[in-house]
Antibody, heavy 122, light 112 residues
Framework: QVHLQESGPGLVKPSQTLSLTCTVSNDSISSGGYYWSWIRQPAGKGLEWIGRIFTSGLTHYNPSLQSRVTISLDTSKNQFSLRLSSVSAADTAMYYC??????????????WGQGTLVTVST | QSVLTQPPSVSGAPGQRVTISCTGSSSNIGTGYDVHWYQQVPGTAPKLLIN???NRPSGVPDRFSASRSGTSASLIITGLQAEDEADYHCQSYDSGLGGCVVFGGGTKLTVL
């Protein structure tokens, strides 16, 4: 069954760029039919969708983050990545990657990676 | 402030029935967009519980069900068990502000 694993630095300085990678196993991200999403969760708070990418490279971003977010694919490594620029303490959160199942007008997330904690601090 | 509103906490005794509400608006649930539910045990990642088509992934007991009406949706848990103690999140889509996946703020379920 498909498995997702996030990786990347756990500490990022303010104003710098956060970069994370999600490695997918037991499924090909280029096989089509799914989006691949990033979602984050500040400690003790709710979930926030960051954005998603389709196998074609088509992306959709949360309008509140759109100016700072880039999601990309590396099909040769079966990975997709997140870059979030100009980070501040407000970007400190657990970051999850997830397979995004689109059916009809809406989509759901299944499965999720285990998450990786990113702290923005000097 | 989440686009979808959930109660911060609910509780129930073993064997009881509990309901967790998810209130939206005319630009999300009220438009007819599906509502999906996730379970998150503390310290772990969320897990899909029920999708908007009322389908449960393999391994999710049929004690969990969902409903919707107007601009709201509900997760219903019957025969409450200690292992159900977790955070529950609703998720839908909002057509305002350019369109966006939206979540509720999450509800902490305590089994007494």
């Amino acid at each position: 069954q498909v498995h997702l694993q996030e990786s990347g630095p756990g500490l990022v300085k303010p104003s710098q760029t956060l970069s994370l990678t999600c490695t997918v196993s037991n499924d090909s991200i280029s096989s089509g039919g799914y989006y691949w999403s990033w979602i984050r969760q500040p400690a003790g708070k709710g979930l926030e969708w960051i954005g998603r990418i389709f196998t074609s490279g088509l992306t959709h971003y949360n309008p509140s983050l759109q100016s700072r977010v880039t999601i990309s694919l590396d099909t040769s490594k079966n990975q997709f990545s997140l870059r979030l620029s100009s980070v501040s303490a407000a970007d400190t959160a657990m970051y999850y990657c997830a397979r995004d199942v689109l059916m009809g007008a809406t989509d759901w997330f299944d499965p999720w990676g285990q998450g990786t904690l990113v702290t923005v601090s000097t | 402030q989440s686009v979808l509103t959930q109660p911060p906490s609910v509780s129930g005794a073993p064997g009881q029935r509990v309901t967790i509400s998810c209130t939206g608006s005319s630009s999300n649930i009220g438009t007819g967009y599906d509502v999906h539910w996730y379970q998150q045990v503390p310290g772990t990642a969320p897990k899909l519980l029920i999708n908007g088509h009322n389908n449960r992934p393999s391994g999710v007991p049929d004690r969990f069900s969902a409903s919707r009406s107007g601009t709201s949706a509900s997760l219903i848990i019957t025969g409450l068990q200690a292992e159900d103690e977790a955070d529950y999140h609703c998720q839908s889509y909002d057509s305002g502000l350019g369109g966006c996946v939206v979540f509720g703020g999450g509800t902490k379920l305590t089994v007494l």
